[in-house]
Structure formats: C-alpha cells, structure tokens
C-alpha cells in the first residue's frame, strides 16, 4: 500500500486536477498490474515453452497389451531386471507370483523409459523461474507475490523440495515391496516395522532470498514518495 500511496502522491504533486489524477493513477495501476506481467508471461512462454500434454499422458493408466501372455510378462520382467540384477533370484522361479512381478516390473520401465521427458520438462520450468526472477523488478505484482509465497513456504521451491522427497520415499517404498516380490519373500508383521515412511526434509527458508526484493520494494516506493514530495513542495511554494 505504501508504494501505490507513493505513485498517487508523485501524480498528485503535478497539481493537474481529480481527472487528471484518477486517470493517470488507474493507468499506472493497469499497466503495472495487467499489462507488464501479461508481456512478462508471454516472453517467457515464448523463450521456454512447455508441453504439459506429455506429462498427462504419463499418468494415464497402462498396462499390458495381452495380460493372458505368460512370455509377454517374462519379457517385461526380464528387461525390468536387466536395470536391477541385484533383484535377480536363483531360487525364487520367475513364474511364481508372474503378473504381480509383471505388473511391478511393467509401471517400473514407465518410469524408466519416460525419466528423460520428465528431466527436460523441469528443467525447462527451472528456465523459466531463472528468467522471471530476473525480469521481476519490472513487475510490483510478481515482486510482492514472490515476497507473500515465500514467507508462507507455498513457493515454487519448496514444492519442487517437497516433490523430490517424494521420489525418495517412492523409491524406498518400492525397494521395500520389490525385493520381497521378487526374491519370493512372504512379508511378515515383523516387516512392517522396517516398512518406509514418508518424512519431508527440512525446507530451506525462502524467505531470507526475497529480502532484497522487498528491499527493492521499499527503495522504489520511498523514491517515488520523495519525489511526490519535492515536487509538491516546488508547486505550493
């Protein structure tokens, strides 16, 4: 509030009148608020275009094209093992428990296969982070959003810290249940003692970076006020 306060203060030590001043004052709040991030957006869009449609695909439920075709689940788990030969057994037959260890085997080279479109997709999102940061002091709005996302730890670094203790735990998760399926273990009540939990790392705080944005904020704002001030001084007097 204190940098519009400033802006009106600035177009009000012009001393052209209420016209003048609501119309200048709405134009600036539209241009500053609207249209500046509107470009901003299309800049970056257009510099870092992203394909959202390949990861919906992902998503979508797959499976087996004939799931009555015991060779077609041994292939799949032949090659899910050539990534995991420590997975391998020389007791358990791979026929026992074949489309549980099938279907195990099948999601697992989904995300094999699919990693290096997930790879670029955030990396791309990484560009463009790096590039609104450094276009955001042309934009109040996005200056005073990043400040407010921070310190609410609802930022987009703290969701892509939150999502890569994800994988972590999903990772842990499936070693847990793989190794037992695949080496024909039964699971015991005594493993669900050493059964994975999911437990988010410490998040960095944010905020500290977005301290010389607001000190930024708070130096334009007083600029503005100060040259209100002088020149609503030089016309009064």
Known sequence: ??????????????????????????????IMVTIIPAVLNVIIELKYPLNNTELAGLTRRTSLENENDPEEAKAVISE????????????EPIENELMAKAYAAFTSLKDINNQQVVDDYLSKVNQRIL?????????????????FTASSSTDLYTFQSFQK???????????????????GQQITLSDYDRLP????????????SKIPAIGKLIFSGSLFFILGLILLKRKTS
């Not at 003048?20 to 709405?26: D, H, P, S």
Request: proline share 4%; glycine share 4%.
């Open 1 to 30: 509030q204190f940098f519009w306060f400033a802006i009106m203060l600035l177009i009000v030590s012009f001393l052209k009148g209420t016209s003048f001043n609501a119309l200048t004052g709405a134009t600036c709040w539209l």
């Open 80 to 91: 899910f093992l050539s990534y995991y030969p420590e997975l391998q057994s020389t007791k």
């Open 131 to 147: 590039k609104a940061n450094q276009l955001k002091w042309l934009s109040t709005p996005v200056n005073v959003m990043n400040i």
């Open 165 to 183: 203790d994800i994988v972590a735990f999903h990772r842990n998760i499936t070693s847990f249940y793989f190794s037992r399926l695949f080496n």
């Open 197 to 208: 939990h999911f437990k988010p790392g410490p998040q960095e705080n944010t905020f500290k």
